[in-house]
């Protein structure tokens, strides 16, 4: 379901760019940081151990947290279990609910337990921001939901997966972004003519909406609008009744702009 000439739409397109340039930056970065673990991974005759995996680490996300201006409130990289083990090179920054009361400047290492005959240990390769990229290989964004592990609020996770000789998974990259945050950045971007626009993820689930009846984490309900989703492939589509609704891909993020009639 394509738009038809002479159909009347939203501007989603200013939505789409605009979406992207909070998102693709915090993309590029984590490719950087594949990219930089991967050859301290891959050198010839040395052992990447988990000493020098946090400190490599720890210095790529303490420039991250240092430049963030609020809305990255955790980054690292989780190793795939055959590579280093169950073992979380993650960091918490001082903005996170989560982080003990840290001024804004600071950071700490997330605890957790990484032996898996202790009783309260779990298995994060069952989680969505792990399971996604190291099945399709491709970037991930996981959320929104409410991170009791790392962040106590609404979360984004971006992930990236990252490779060993271009096949050996060994571990995801990736960065907790505030959801709050990206809203207070987002939304005054968000014009498409006076009409409400929402961004969901791939289970239609709202990350930001300029809709105050939409609360971030519903699920947008929209007939057809399941199917459109299945699909990463469609172009600029309507839907809804009347298809007084426009549907657009927001490049590689795995997000979606629904833009429709004004909110009553």
Not at 18 to 35: G, T
Not at 45 to 65: N, Q, T
Not at 144 to 163: G, I, N, Q, W
Not at 216 to 229: K, N, S, V, Y
Request: some cysteine; hydrophobic content about 40%.
């Amino acid at each position: 379901m394509t738009i038809a000439p002479g159909h009347t739409t939203p501007p989603t397109d200013a939505c789409v760019a605009s979406i992207a340039d909070v998102f693709d930056p915090v993309f590029s970065r984590l490719e950087q940081w594949a990219d930089l673990v991967e050859r301290s991974a891959a050198r010839p005759g040395r052992v990447l151990d988990r000493a020098e995996l946090d400190l490599l680490v720890e210095k790529l996300v303490r420039a991250e947290f240092d430049d963030s201006n609020g809305c990255v409130i955790g980054a690292g990289f989780v190793s795939a279990p055959n590579f280093m083990g169950w073992h979380l090179a993650w960091w918490l920054g001082g903005k996170n609910a989560a982080s003990g009361g840290l001024p804004a400047a600071g950071i700490r290492h997330l605890e957790t337990v990484e032996d898996p005959l202790e009783e309260s240990f779990r298995d994060y390769t069952a989680l969505e921001w792990w399971r996604v990229p190291a099945r399709t290989g491709r970037r991930h964004i996981t959320g929104p939901y409410v991170d009791y592990l790392c962040t106590d609020e609404y979360t984004l996770t971006l992930t990236l997966p990252v490779y060993r000789g271009g096949s050996e998974l060994i571990g995801v990259v990736g960065i907790d972004l505030s959801v709050d945050q990206i809203e207070r950045d987002l939304v005054p971007r968000l014009d498409a003519g006076g009409v409400a626009v929402t961004i969901i993820n791939a289970s239609g689930r709202v990350v930001v909406s300029t809709d105050a009846h939409l609360a971030t984490g519903a699920l947008l309900r929209l007939p057809g609008l399941t199917e459109l989703l299945a699909d990463r492939t469609l172009p600029t589509t309507t839907l809804g009744r009347g298809n007084a609704h426009s549907f657009q891909w927001c490049g590689r993020t795995g997000l979606a702009v629904v833009a429709g009639p004004a909110p009553g």
